[in-house]
Nanobody, 122 residues
């Protein structure tokens, strides 16, 4: 069982930046793909970004491409989501997830964090 804990959320003005962290409890995390998802009230959970265990493959959702950067440090069992040029529509609860394989479908991920709120004011 891999436990994930997100941190770094908060309130930021439009155009600002935040960095989210996802810390894992187990070293097996380094062999898993990590995905970031977000969910706004009344909306479906949305794919944001994913990075494979080797960092060789990185994927972004269309709405964040060019503004967000996903990364990971396997030695620290931690993944990151650097968010820049934030917009009010980026407001959501952000979740990190992990699984053996990459997918853009949140239902395919086995391990989840509790989520962290990101609020972007206009």
């Amino acid at each position: 069982q891999v436990r994930l804990v997100e941190s770094g959320g908060g309130l930021v003005q439009a155009g600002g930046s935040l960095r989210l962290s996802c810390a894992a409890s187990e070293r097996t995390f380094s062999s898993l793909t990590v995905g970031w998802f977000r969910q706004a009230p009344g909306k479906e959970r949305e794919f944001v970004a994913a990075i494979t265990w080797s960092r060789r493959n990185i994927f972004y959702g269309d709405s964040v491409e060019g503004r967000f950067t996903i990364s990971r440090d396997n030695a620290k069992n931690t993944a990151y989501l650097q968010m820049s040029s934030l917009k009010p529509e980026d407001t959501a609860v952000y979740y990190c997830a992990a699984d053996l394989d990459y997918s853009r479908n949140w239902r395919d991920y086995e391990y989840w964090g509790q989520g962290t709120q990101v609020t972007v004011s206009s």
